[in-house]
């Protein structure tokens, strides 16, 4: 049975996302505050956690970032903080997806669905050193890359960029991390030559007879595989 974390200190809001998490069969575990969250989740090693931002004890961020540093538990973020160095942080810590207060719990419980599937599903791995996911494979030794097996022409950067999202399709990741993924040296790369690349990689994807449109732009965070 999923086993479902969640983690929020209004508690009409915790039995409401219980009560419709308990419909879809899944065990809950509530708490109330972030206190003891961390030290919980390593013993019991819950299968989802639902974490609201603010919280007394220990705030959503703190406990994502420590989580972090033993498990890959998946984690959805409740925020009613909507500025983008919230949710970029959020992310960046290792945080899954977020969800803006206030919410559907319909929403939430689909967002939880979505991530379980993903993760329960994870990029098949060819071979040491090989991603293969929505018909396009990369040899991250070889640096060198099909679609369908078309080979497509790409720069190492490129090849660094695309391994690091297919790695974890559907993880948003932030410009600044997909920078430090692709850029080995500490040159200085803006957020629009990010774009560029992704650019060209989905017009080169298209033009071998892939799907570009699986490198999905979020707005105001960064990109996906999906």
């Given at each position: 049975?999923?086993?479902?974390?969640?983690?929020?200190?209004?508690?009409?809001?915790?039995?409401?996302?219980?009560?419709?998490?308990?419909?879809e069969?899944?065990r809950?575990?509530?708490?109330?505050?972030?206190?003891?969250?961390?030290e919980?989740i390593v013993?019991?090693?819950?299968?989802?956690?639902?974490?609201?931002?603010?919280?007394?004890?220990?705030?959503?961020?703190?406990?994502?970032?420590?989580?972090r540093?033993?498990?890959?538990v998946?984690?959805l973020?409740?925020?009613?903080?909507?500025?983008?160095?919230?949710?970029?942080?959020?992310?960046?810590?290792g945080?899954?997806?977020?969800?803006?207060?206030?919410?559907?719990?319909?929403?939430?419980?689909?967002?939880?669905?979505?991530?379980?599937?993903?993760?329960?599903?994870p990029?098949?791995?060819?071979?040491d050193?090989?991603?293969?996911?929505?018909?396009?494979?990369?040899?991250?030794d070889?640096?060198?890359?099909?679609?369908?097996g078309?080979?497509?022409?790409?720069?190492?950067?490129?090849?660094?960029?695309?391994?690091?999202?297919?790695?974890?399709?559907?993880?948003?990741?932030?410009?600044?991390?997909?920078?430090?993924a692709?850029?080995?040296?500490?040159?200085?790369v803006?957020?629009?030559?990010?774009?560029?690349?992704?650019?060209?990689?989905?017009r080169?994807?298209?033009?071998?007879?892939?799907q570009?449109?699986?490198?999905r732009?979020?707005?105001?965070?960064?990109?996906?595989?999906?």
């Open positions: 049975m999923t086993h479902v974390l969640i983690v929020e200190d209004e508690p009409k809001i915790a039995e409401v996302l219980r009560a419709y998490c308990e419909r069969s899944w809950v575990s509530v708490h109330l505050d972030g206190a003891v969250t961390v919980w013993a019991e090693q819950p299968d989802f956690v639902v974490l609201d931002l603010m919280l007394p004890g220990k705030d959503g961020l703190t406990i994502c970032k420590e989580v540093r033993s498990s890959t998946p984690i973020m409740l925020t009613a903080r909507v500025d983008e160095i919230d949710r970029l942080l959020g992310l960046e810590l945080a899954d997806d977020y969800v803006c207060k206030p919410f559907s719990p319909r929403e939430v419980v689909t967002r939880i669905r979505t991530i379980l599937r993903r993760v329960n599903q990029p098949a791995r060819v071979a050193g090989a991603l293969s996911y929505g018909g396009v494979e990369i040899d991250t070889g640096y060198t890359c099909s679609t369908n078309v080979r497509l022409d790409l720069t190492p950067v490129e090849v660094r960029i695309l391994a690091h999202l297919i790695a974890r399709p559907g993880r948003v990741y932030s410009r600044d991390a997909i920078i430090r692709a850029w080995e040296d500490d040159r200085v803006s957020d629009r030559t990010v774009d560029t690349h992704v650019k060209n990689l989905r080169k994807i298209d033009n071998a007879g892939g570009g449109e699986i490198i732009s979020i707005y105001g965070v960064g990109y996906k595989i999906e």
